[in-house]
Structures are given as structure tokens and as C-alpha cells.
């Protein structure tokens, strides 16, 4: 159970990485001097280094949904929907 926990609250931190994550992507300031160029490739690379921070964490998340879902665990039905929120393309937080 406390695996359970762990995986939802592991799963709420992904979550609003992913709704940061949008909200930078549909950010469509181009910058209008130089220093607010070099501002925005600054965030765009500290990013980078953030995305690939969370992407093992999200395929552990996903092999220990697997896991829950092919188990049969009683929340299987509940850590299928949450773990599809995670795909980028279908949480929408902006």
C-alpha cells in the first residue's frame, strides 16, 4: 500500500512538471533585445536539463503503473487514467 502512495504522490509531482512543461512550450516570447534572447536560451537549457531529470522518473512511473494495472490491483482502473495524464499531449494546463 504505502508502494501505492508513493507512486500517486510521485505521480502528482510528474503531473505538474508536465503542466510547467506546456506552459514553457506555449510560451511564444521570442525575447526583443539581446539580453532577453540570452534570458530565454538560458530557460530553454535549464529546460532541457529538467526534462531529462524527469524522464526517468516518468518511465519508472510507467513500468510500476504497468505492473499495478497487469497485477489487477483494485485502483487499476484509477493508475490507467492517471498515468495517461502524464502524456504531454493530453493534460492541459494553460
Excluded: P, W
Amino acid at each position: 500500500m504505502s508502494h501505492l502512495r508513493g507512486g500517486v504522490v510521485c505521480l502528482c509531482v510528474l503531473l505538474l512538471f508536465v503542466c510547467c512543461l506546456q506552459a514553457f512550450l506555449a510560451n511564444e516570447d521570442l525575447g526583443d533585445s539581446l539580453d532577453s534572447v540570452e534570458a530565454l536560451i538560458k530557460k530553454h537549457e535549464d529546460f532541457e536539463k529538467s526534462l531529462a531529470a524527469q524522464e526517468e522518473k516518468i518511465k519508472a512511473l510507467d513500468e510500476f503503473a504497468t505492473k499495478l494495472i497487469e497485477g489487477q490491483h483494485y485502483a487499476a482502473d484509477d493508475v490507467a487514467q492517471r498515468r495517461a495524464m502524464v502524456s504531454v499531449g493530453t493534460l492541459k494546463c494553460y
